[in-house]
Nanobody, 114 residues
Framework: QVQLVESGGGLVQSGGSLKLSCTASRSSFSAYVMGWYRQVPGKQRELVATITTGGNTKYGDSVKGRFTISRDNAKITVSLQMNSLKPEDTAVYYC????????WGQGTQVTVSS
């Protein structure tokens, strides 16, 4: 079992920045993917960004050029720097960990006011 502890999030004005971080309790295998998804009520959870152990990244179309994902393999931590935030970025952000099984964090609220 892998537990994910998220930090960051909160309320920010449009155009502002926030940083999310997530630390895994352990790595189940040497290779794994970590990242972030987000969800608003009534909609499916959508990809924000993921990053592999080797540093390969994938971003959702709506955040490309504004968000940057990074990771520290030694600390089993993934971070998401969110810049130029928009009201439509408002959502609950979930940390994601995949190595065979998939694990989710408890979610952290990000609210962007206009």
């Amino acid at each position: 079992q892998v537990q994910l502890v998220e930090s960051g999030g909160g309320l920010v004005q449009s155009g502002g920045s926030l940083k999310l971080s997530c630390t895994a309790s352990r790595s189940s295998f040497s290779a794994y993917v970590m990242g972030w998804y987000r969800q608003v009520p009534g909609k499916q959870r959508e990809l924000v960004a993921t990053i592999t152990t080797g540093g390969n990244t994938k971003y959702g179309d709506s955040v490309k050029g504004r968000f940057t994902i990074s990771r520290d393999n030694a600390k089993i931590t993934v971070s998401l720097q969110m810049n130029s935030l928009k009201p439509e970025d408002t959502a609950v952000y979930y940390c994601y960990y995949r190595s065979g099984n998939v694990y989710w964090g408890q979610g952290t609220q990000v609210t962007v006011s206009s």
